[in-house]
């Protein structure tokens, strides 16, 4: 069983839609969740983190964590075209490394 | 103005060759990274520098040696590439704060190897 689980996609929505993007894990000892957004030929840039479960909102994004179920979300609402990117789930075991998903490709179409 | 850098952006080369990759970070992090990313966008640890101590030296063939000549510098250098080599490779930099991780990227060098 792979560490992280994520459909890479391709997500197709149209623009105003809720995006909904999700990651398994199999780690216990993941201590951080991450959501990292990827422009085309671009590096990571960090978008949310949180490091219990529940809820955590910003803006357009909420993420979400059940460690109980060992399941990361990541809800875009009123999506725009420019959020068309790949957006990669990403833990951090306190190790000094991320581990992150394959990431998910999200087109959202105008 | 740039927090981290990498050069060349660009790096097409034949097998057998050795070639470096430069990482600044402008950013006053104690934390320096090279990731891998393969065509498949899956982003692998490499190594991880911490005022310039290797921390973390993942399954990575030999061939490859970092080198941190000061906090704000990491530098990758590969030898006798492989055209398994063929990859995007990133640099990131953190603030050693021993909890969270916010990591900065650069924009990745591309490198082919033919």
């Known amino acids: 069983q792979k560490e992280v689980e994520q459909d890479p996609g391709p997500l197709s929505v149209p623009e105003g839609a809720i995006v909904s993007l999700n990651c398994t894990y199999s780690n216990s000892a993941f201590q951080y969740f991450m959501w990292y957004r990827q422009y085309s030929r671009k590096g990571p840039e960090l978008l949310m983190y949180t490091y219990s479960s529940g809820n955590k909102e910003d803006g357009r994004f909420t993420a979400q964590v059940d460690k109980s179920s060992k399941y990361i979300s990541l809800f875009i609402r009123d999506s725009q075209p420019s959020d068309s990117a790949t957006y990669l789930c990403a833990f951090y075991t306190g190790r000094r490394a991320l581990t992150f998903g394959s990431g998910t490709r999200l087109q959202v179409q105008p | 103005d740039t927090a981290v850098s990498q050069t060349p952006k660009y790096l097409v080369t034949q097998m057998g060759n050795d070639k470096s990759i430069k990482c600044e970070q402008n950013?006053?992090?104690?934390?320096m990274y090279w990731y891998k990313q393969d065509s498949k966008k899956f982003l692998k640890i490499m190594f991880s520098?911490?005022?310039?101590?290797?921390?973390i030296n993942e399954t990575v063939p030999n061939r490859f040696s970092p080198k941190s000549p000061d906090k704000a510098h990491l530098n990758l250098h590969i030898n006798s590439l492989e055209l398994g080599d063929s990859a995007v490779y990133f640099c990131?930099?953190?603030?050693?704060?021993?909890?969270?991780?916010?990591?900065?990227f650069g924009p990745g060098t591309r490198l082919l190897v033919l």
């Open positions: 950013l006053g992090h104690d934390t």
């Open positions: 990131a930099s953190s603030q050693d704060s021993g909890m969270e991780e916010t990591q900065y």
């Open positions: 520098y911490n005022n310039k101590e290797l921390i």
